[in-house]
């Protein structure tokens, strides 16, 4: 899976025309933060399928399903819910809504329910406060997804799991060849840039909660790239890694929409994944071990804790991220 995506973004970030990757920044970043330092999340809260059983893997493949675009827009409430007196929002509030749901005996665990879910019963389920974007796009991937684990997999996350055969790449690309919703590529000059991000990033939360055993006993877990999202960029760019030009950071800053697939947001992909890759030889060079899926972690939470007033993450609509 990492060779397709390296493959497929190397012309973009050949061609780099609204930021650039600072080599300085990533020295100055793995000089600050050594490799032993960085732990992986093992995503165990109460509001996170608190149970011990593995079907915590279900829960985060279905989870993976619909995690995306949790920003709202300008002049909108962001969406959040309440969960045992606790405030959620953006992808912990997923969380909490999804175990809410189970907890609440709703079989979301279940392909033949999703495959025929309404937008009523996902109301339901995501039931909060505020704007939460790409609503009705959510109910049809689950749709989607549970009518594809119906016909191939028995209406089961866990028959879709024991197919990959404990392979973190092959659970990837199951899923972008399944189900067209995880088929996260754009089309640039003539050519189709991959950067399956939830596809890759389902293994990578199943390996981190059952700490790379059972379920998630994923040996090639390295065969992952970091997942290109909005927030990985937003802590890359506080961290002075990746430099954004005088037109690209005003539209960022303004919270201007870049379009979809636009030159623009596939630079700022194809940067992220390749800026982190870089970090990773830094690493190599200094004799340390560092691998995506605990890189993006510390990326990712770097930013999810970054206080309000920092530089803002890029917007865009649309479910791949």
């Known amino acids: 899976m990492r060779a397709v995506v390296l493959e497929s973004i190397a012309p973009v970030v050949g061609d780099l025309r609204h930021l650039r990757i600072d080599g300085e920044g990533i020295r100055a970043f793995c000089a600050r933060h050594p490799a032993a330092g960085i732990r992986l999340p093992d995503w165990r809260h109460e509001f996170v399928y608190p149970w011990n059983d593995e079907r915590a893997a279900d829960f985060f493949l279905l989870f993976n399903c619909v995690n995306f675009a949790f920003w709202a827009r300008p002049g909108a409430v962001k969406w959040n819910i309440s969960y045992r007196g606790r405030r959620l929002d953006g992808a912990y509030g997923l969380m909490g809504a999804l175990t809410r ?3 609440e005996g709703v079989p979301v665990l279940d392909g033949a329910f999703l495959a025929r879910l309404t937008d009523g019963e996902l109301d339901g389920i995501l039931r909060g406060e505020g704007e939460l974007v790409l609503r ?3 109910a049809e991937i689950l749709r989607e997804v549970g009518r594809g684990l119906v016909e191939r997999h028995g209406g089961s996350f866990g028959r879709l799991l024991r ?11 199951l899923l972008v060849e ?3 919703s995880f088929r996260d590529a754009c089309g640039v000059d003539g050519r189709e840039v991959k ?3 939830r596809a890759q990033l389902a293994p990578a939360m199943i390996y981190q909660r059952f700490g790379g055993a059972g379920p998630g006993g994923f040996a090639d877990i390295g065969d992952l790239t970091v ?3 909005y927030k990985v960029p937003q802590a890359l760019r506080g961290l002075g890694i990746l430099r954004y030009g005088e037109g690209l950071a005003a539209k960022v800053d303004s919270r201007v929409m870049l379009p979809a697939c636009g030159r623009e947001e596939v630079e700022i992909r194809a940067a992220t994944i390749r800026a982190c890759e870089l970090i990773m030889e830094e690493y190599g060079r200094k004799g340390q071990r560092m691998n995506a899926v605990t890189l993006d972690a510390f990326l990712w939470l770097l ?3 970054s206080p309000p007033d920092d530089r803002p993450y890029h917007l865009t609509e649309t ?3």
Request: net charge neutral; aromatic share 16%.
């Open 101 to 103: 749901a189970v907890e």
């Open 178 to 180: 399944e189900f067209p």
């Open 163 to 173: 197919a990959a055969g404990g392979s973190a790449s092959r659970l990837a690309r």
């Open 195 to 197: 950067f399956y991000k």
């Open 227 to 229: 997942f290109a999202d």
């Open 136 to 138: 009705r796009e959510r």
């Open 303 to 305: 930013a999810h804790d």
């Open 319 to 321: 479910i791949c991220y």
